[in-house]
């Protein structure tokens, strides 16, 4: 399957957010990879709309501890927000590539705004394993990248949870989280509380990746324009994917992995992607970007047959 259509890729150096460095260098890492190369020979136009700028957290200091450099990662993804929705007016498939997984925020805000002009909404596919659905009032860390989740479902600082033309950006019953497989105790109870459908690894070994996808899909995409698609890499097992900041055994295999995205593919109804949270430092020779590309191809339609 081919896919013929302008993939515009946006590259955001965020390590803002997070708390091991190394993420800002994944834009890097994907180019390197072969992202352009991947894109091009699946018949697509290909366009690097480059990085959006993000400040190195050494040359800033954290003011709020239970927010830290929210004022920092609302202005990247404020920016983010607006080049992906001109990625989109031209019509292109937006791929945006970090950095932490803070950056969804802005991302989810352009698409959200943009098919609310529309009059319609989007759905939203989390891949992660962690719940990424702390907010100020419940983080241990303060770090950010552990919010973006509960931000595009309303939940957060307002900074971040009103980047869109809508509020929320998403609506909790057309979001899906998938293979989470640890979480905050505080966490679990916000997870509870705002009803939000989740996949744990669990389920995905109970029933089969096929199986939960075609659910979430159906769920994203019932009532909406379609569904983004947020891939957070450490999901995956750190077999398959050594190089994330924050690794936790028991993921999803590659063959998982891919499953899920050639699914995110045959729907027909995926209008962005996102591969997050990649870490050249704790990486071997470059694989993750590597796999960070296969699984980006997937989506955009590369099968085996
Ligand atoms: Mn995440």
């Known amino acids: ?167 929320p950006m998403v609506d909790v019953k057309k979001a899906v989280l998938i293979g989470v497989r640890t979480l905050d105790e505080q966490e679990k109870k916000e997870i509870k509380d705002s009803g939000i459908h989740v996949f744990t690894l669990r389920d995905i070994d109970m029933h089969g990746i096929h199986k939960v996808m075609r659910i979430a899909m159906e769920i994203a995409c019932t009532g909406t324009a379609g569904f983004h698609l947020t891939f957070d890499l450490d999901g995956t097992d750190p077999s398959v994917a050594p190089g994330v900041g924050t690794p936790v055994p028991g993921g999803t295999t590659l063959r998982e992995s891919h499953l899920i995205m050639e699914h995110a593919a045959e729907s027909g109804k995926l209008l962005g992607l996102e591969m997050t949270e990649i870490n050249p430092i704790l990486d071997n020779q470059n694989a993750t970007a590597r796999v960070a590309v296969d699984l980006a191809l997937s989506a955009l339609g590369k099968a085996v047959l």
Request: glycine share 14%.
């Open 1 to 167: 399957m081919t896919s013929n259509r302008t993939v515009a890729l946006v590259g955001v150096p965020m390590d803002l957010g997070g708390g091991r460095r190394g993420v800002d260098m994944g834009p890097s890492a994907v180019r390197i990879a072969g992202i352009e190369e991947g894109v091009r020979g699946l018949g697509n136009d290909f366009v690097d709309c480059g990085n959006v700028p993000v400040p190195e957290p050494a040359s800033r200091t954290p003011v709020d501890p239970k927010a830290r450099f929210l004022p920092e990662i609302a202005r990247a993804c404020g920016e983010l927000r607006e080049r992906v929705e001109g990625i989109l007016e031209k019509g292109w498939f937006p791929m945006v590539v970090g950095g932490n997984h803070s950056i969804a925020v802005g991302t989810v805000a352009a698409l959200s705004s943009h098919y609310h002009k529309k009059k319609k909404k989007i759905g939203l596919i989390w891949f992660d394993a962690h719940g990424d659905m702390n907010t100020p009032q419940t983080t241990v860390s303060g770090n950010i990248h552990g919010m973006p989740l509960a931000c595009c479902i309303g939940r957060g600082p307002k900074e971040l949870t009103h980047l869109g033309a809508r509020f």
